[in-house]
């Protein structure tokens, strides 16, 4: 019989495939007391549960590629130290050897005992870190369960599936992708998790906060995804199967349209050239970046050299890096923003602080930057020798008052001077610019704009420390509001102010590359975004269709509405279609 669920839709698209359930919560737990005689063998079934856990995560990592490898190998990593972290590893030995308790039993009185740790923290963020417990956890009570071998389980691939569980580590994301899996369904989780984040950039239908999938659905029903709407259809109907593929053709039809799109100018109806720039990360990112016609490089995220390494890499190794992004893009603008790490970042240098009572508001972007001594100066010597190779701006991250930014200015000037003296080819002039992801910064920027070259809006941050919400809790997800008043309001100030001083203002949080907020966007007067690479052509088609001019004229209205209903009524005048406010349950 037809069921339809109902939950959260965190990733565009739809998918039709047999469900795949995990149960990392619902793992059979025999909590019998083990017989003396049977200590030794239930040991040896836990020693080889941790060892396939870990040689999964092996191939897993060494699978990765593309331009997210380095960011999902974050979390494959974090999940590794705590298969090799001894307390956990001996804490469950002795309660098989000293306490008698079966392998699956040790597990969940082991998780328990830790998610109880980490929930009583006072941090939202480490609370958060909870969910590495539960997928550590999960994937060793799978191996417990599991009598095939990794081999054996090779080839028994997902494909065409749906995966229903209540989580999906973003580590899990890709190689699922690669192995067949065509969308997913959570019983819990935010659409502005990091999976979530990761599931649109590979273009993979999620829907979250969907409570009752794993009561409702069994391993084998035909079920049809849609991240549009926030549905699942259990057992659909004809009718159903062909609006799925009605909307298949359509989707073809679109895609066909965007390769059009490859070398087309981003250009509004009413004549207004709008930049489109690309975020990137690693040489994939750039060369996806040039094939959709990128004006650039927005956003250059070199946080990434430091997260998989033990030791801080050079000048010479953070030259090279840089030197072949400016090159990748044959001429055109490359921003590289400054060490971003802190927060959600942890780096295995030792940089970044562990221990922080509040990470989110703690000592990170610049902050760590300036704090570090040497760090700062043997980054800014790496980018302005990639200056001699094409034209580079210097981005700085979360920038919160002007004496940070002329800390910066001296420190850059102090390099190019003994670059220069040393025999370098540097530019004559670079340009140094700040992320406005402070609400302090947003507010300041009048008079911290005479200090800058440009800036870029980071909205993700911004929109959070505005609205005192952590986006990456699902239980706050209705108050994470991009449509909130006081965001217009702060994202049209940092335009009119950049306007007013002639200074470029580009975007490149998530809202740059969502369509849905682009007529907003250009509304509001922002001519620059920074996007994914894979929203490019999605974003050129939708400017390309909207005439800024009558969306300007409505700006006024859109900032003195007083409520998110006011505001979307306002856009549906103009046949602006947007997203429903995410509530939770």
Request: glycine share 8%; aromatic share 4%; with cysteine.
């Amino acid at each position: 019989m037809r069921l339809v669920l109902t939950g959260s839709g965190a990733s565009r698209g739809k998918a039709l495939g047999r469900a795949r359930l995990e149960q990392p919560s619902r793992f059979l737990v025999d909590e019998t007391r083990l017989d003396e005689a049977d200590i030794a063998a239930e040991l040896a079934r836990l020693e080889h549960a941790l060892a396939d856990a870990r040689a999964e995560l092996r191939t897993l990592r060494d699978k990765l590629s593309g331009p997210l490898a380095r960011e999902v190998a974050e979390f494959i990593d974090a999940h590794s130290l705590i298969l090799a972290d001894p307390e956990f590893v001996n804490g469950l030995r002795d309660l098989v050897s000293q306490g008698r308790m079966h392998a699956s039993a040790a597990l969940k009185l082991q998780r328990d005992s830790l998610v109880a740790v980490f929930e009583a923290m006072d941090d939202p963020y480490l609370r958060s870190r909870r969910e590495d417990i539960e997928h550590v956890i999960g994937r060793v009570q799978g191996a417990l369960s599991r009598e095939s071998s990794i081999e054996e389980r090779k080839l028994a691939s997902r494909v065409g599936e749906i995966l229903v569980s209540d989580t999906v580590a973003p580590s899990e994301l890709v190689p699922l992708a690669e192995h067949g899996v065509l969308g997913f369904v959570l019983t819990a989780g935010s659409t502005l998790s990091h999976s979530a984040i990761l599931s649109r950039s590979l273009r993979l239908p999620m829907v979250v906060g969907a409570h009752e999938a794993l009561s409702h659905v069994q391993d084998g029903d035909l079920v049809l995804v849609d991240g549009d709407r926030g549905e699942i259809i259990v057992h659909p109907t004809a009718q159903d199967l062909a609006g799925y593929r009605l909307w298949q053709r359509e989707a073809a039809q679109h895609d066909q349209r965007l390769e059009c799109l490859r070398t087309v100018e981003t250009r509004t109806i009413d004549g207004v050239a709008i930049n489109l720039h690309a975020n990137a990360e690693m040489t994939a990112d750039v060369a996806q970046a040039r094939a959709n016609g990128a004006a650039g490089i927005g956003l250059y995220r070199t946080e990434f050299l430091f997260l998989q390494r033990r030791e801080v890499p050079t000048e010479e190794e953070q030259f090279l890096a840089y030197r072949d992004v400016v090159l990748g893009m044959g001429g055109l603008p490359v921003t590289i923003r400054t060490l971003d790490l802190g927060a959600d970042k942890i780096d295995n240098a030792g940089l970044a602080l562990r221990e922080e009572p509040n990470p989110a508001l703690g000592v990170r972007g610049v902050r760590l930057s300036l704090r570090v001594p040497g760090l700062l100066r043997t980054q800014l010597r790496a980018i302005l020798r990639t200056t001699g190779y094409g034209p580079v701006r210097i981005l700085v991250p979360m920038v919160s008052c002007v004496e940070e930014i002329e800390a910066v200015r001296r420190e850059l000037r102090a390099c190019a001077k003994d670059l220069r003296t040393q025999g370098h080819e540097i530019a004559d002039h670079f340009e140094l610019g700040a992320m406005i992801e402070v609400p302090a910064a947003a507010i300041a920027l009048p008079s911290m704009i005479r200090m800058l070259d440009f800036v870029s809006i980071g909205t993700n941050d911004l929109i959070q420390y505005t609205l005192a919400v952590d986006r990456g809790n699902d239980a706050l997800g209705d108050l994470y509001d991009p449509l909130h008043p006081a965001v217009l309001r702060l994202l049209a100030q940092i335009i009119a102010t950049g306007g007013r001083a002639g200074k470029p203002v580009a975007m490149c949080g998530e809202m740059a590359g969502d369509t849905v907020f682009t007529p907003l966007l250009l509304a509001l007067g922002l001519t620059e975004f920074s996007m994914h690479p894979r929203a490019l052509l999605e974003v050129r088609e939708r400017i390309n269709a909207l005439d800024r001019s009558v969306l300007r004229r409505l700006a006024p209205k859109l900032l003195r509405a007083t409520s998110r209903e006011r505001i979307a009524d306002l856009l549906g005048q103009m046949r602006v279609e947007l997203p429903a406010v995410t509530t939770s349950a």
